[in-house]
């Protein structure tokens, strides 16, 4: 018997039916494997814009925390340096304050070579590097902060030999000089710029901070001072006696307790900048974690309604074909 109108109509439904409840399956099945709606656009409508926003602010806060973290690192480990700088510094301090007004030769030679490896760890901890980075050469990051400290010690010498001091008094007044602004450091020791300070911002209207640490700097400059002026105490020309020496070891010593006060101010300004750099990763991983749980829900199924709603398209889809069997069985009657 010739199929009628009827059956083909009731066939195409049965297989339009199934289509559905197929495709269905798989969407449910994708979403609940992957935890993420398969169609966003038609999930999300007229929300979809609202999405991009999101997707875009939260790549912004991704590169601006990524950037504060490196500029915490970059912070923390010139903090470090800075720290080991001071840290030398005040060893030397005691030592040389405990000369005693009548030293002998292997005291004050003792003393000196202390002050010439204090001099060199100095220059060791300035010298430190952050990927790849000069930290305290200021905008010169490629370039070295310092010379070798064996160079600039051997400058300084030169220097004292060329000019002779009379006494201890003008020995110590000639190395100081020597470090001050306009002076041989500026040409034999220190490498890096001398421009302004650099300055880093995070992301437009993100904290800005300045990059004040540099070997330049006074404070810096005056620790060298002292540990140098320790190193060359007995390089005078003539040579000194020995009192005379010793006096110039106590003046080195109170060169180096005045550069810790100000060593301690720029390590103070330094940690001005690490809080200011901390509060902004505190802000933005806090904006992080919001955008993340807003886009989450936009784009992520909710795994026990998609479950639920999965389990029910297969009763479904087992009721279909047990439906549809039981129309090819009432069709082939029909021919019998």
């Not at 994708?30 to 999405?51: I, K, V």
């Not at 070891?249 to 001005?272: D, F, P, T, Y």
């Not at 993340?292 to 784009?299: C, F, G, K, P, T």
């Amino acid at each position: 018997m010739p199929m009628t109108l009827g059956d083909s109509a009731q066939n195409y439904f049965l297989k339009t039916t199934n289509f559905e409840l197929k495709e269905k399956l798989n969407r449910l099945t994708e979403e609940l494997s992957s935890g993420r709606h398969a169609d966003l656009p038609a999930q999300l409508g007229a929300t979809q814009n609202r999405l991009v926003e999101v997707n875009s602010r939260l790549t912004m806060v991704d590169t601006e925390l990524s950037a504060a973290t490196d500029l915490a690192n970059v912070l923390s480990t010139t903090q470090f340096a800075l720290s080991r700088a001071d840290d030398v510094r005040d060893l030397l301090v005691g030592p040389l304050m405990a000369i005693s007004p009548e030293p002998g030769q292997a005291e004050l030679s003792a003393a000196a070579q202390n002050g010439e490896l204090t001099f060199g760890d100095m220059v060791s901890a300035l010298g430190t590097r952050y990927g790849g980075q000069a930290l305290f050469a200021g905008t010169d990051t490629e370039g070295t902060a310092l010379a070798p400290a064996e160079d600039i010690l051997a400058d300084l010498r030169a220097s004292l030999a060329a000019s002779a001091p009379a006494d201890g008094a003008a020995l110590a007044a000639q190395v100081q000089a020597w470090f001050e602004p306009g002076g041989g450091f500026d040409t034999s020791g220190y490498l890096g710029d001398t421009g302004a300070l650099a300055t880093r911002r995070l992301g437009p209207g993100g904290p800005s901070v300045t990059m004040s640490a540099r070997a330049d700097d006074p404070a810096i400059r005056e620790a060298l001072a002292g540990a140098a002026l320790a190193a060359v105490a007995m390089d005078g020309v003539p040579p000194m006696t020995e009192p005379e020496v010793a006096d110039v070891m106590h003046k080195a010593g109170e060169v180096l307790i005045s550069a810790g006060n100000a060593m301690a101010h720029l390590q103070g300004r330094l940690g001005l900048s690490e809080q200011r750099i901390e509060e902004a990763r505190v802000r933005l991983g806090a904006e992080q974690t919001s955008l993340s749980i807003l886009r989450n829900d936009m784009v992520n199924a909710d795994p026990y309604s998609t479950a639920a709603a999965l389990q029910e398209v297969q009763v479904q889809l087992e009721m279909h074909y047990t439906i549809t069997a039981r129309m090819s069985e009432m069709t082939l009657t029909r021919y019998i």
